[in-house]
């Protein structure tokens, strides 16, 4: 796992690249109540805005981590935002992207690098 200093995770397997919130995250936006996901088929640039979460404390915007094509995206967090406080590293992920170019995920921490960032 990769992890963005906008407190994303990131998982690789066979080119597709799964994308969620942190632990960390869901904790510090508090309870979320509202998520809105990317069009699969939508060709995103790193950076993107491509999620809209909200939280009973702020609204915030998910950037794509990486250059590519939205391939699948979870629509049982829209349809129940609360399961992304439940299992945010887990079953709660936002989408998946077909990576335009893997090498993008170099830039991002492991899992100990991320845990001195928030430390």
């Given at each position: 796992m990769k992890y963005t200093e906008e407190h994303e995770w990131l998982e690789e397997a066979g080119g597709i690249v799964t994308v969620g919130i942190t632990a960390h995250a869901a904790e510090e936006l508090?309870?979320?109540?509202?998520?809105?996901?990317?069009?699969?088929?939508?060709?995103?640039?790193?950076?993107?805005?491509?999620?809209?979460?909200?939280?009973?404390?702020?609204?915030?915007?998910i950037l794509a981590p990486i250059d590519g094509e939205i391939v699948e995206v979870n629509e049982a967090i829209v349809n129940e935002p609360a399961k992304v406080n439940e299992d945010p590293e887990g079953d709660a992920w936002f989408f998946k992207i077909k990576a335009a170019d893997l090498s993008q995920m170099d830039d991002y921490m492991d899992e100990a690098g991320y845990k001195d960032f928030i430390g």
């Open positions: 508090g309870d979320i109540v509202f998520v809105e996901l990317p069009e699969v088929g939508t060709e995103v640039s790193k950076d993107d805005e491509i999620v809209v979460i909200e939280s009973v404390k702020a609204a915030s915007d």
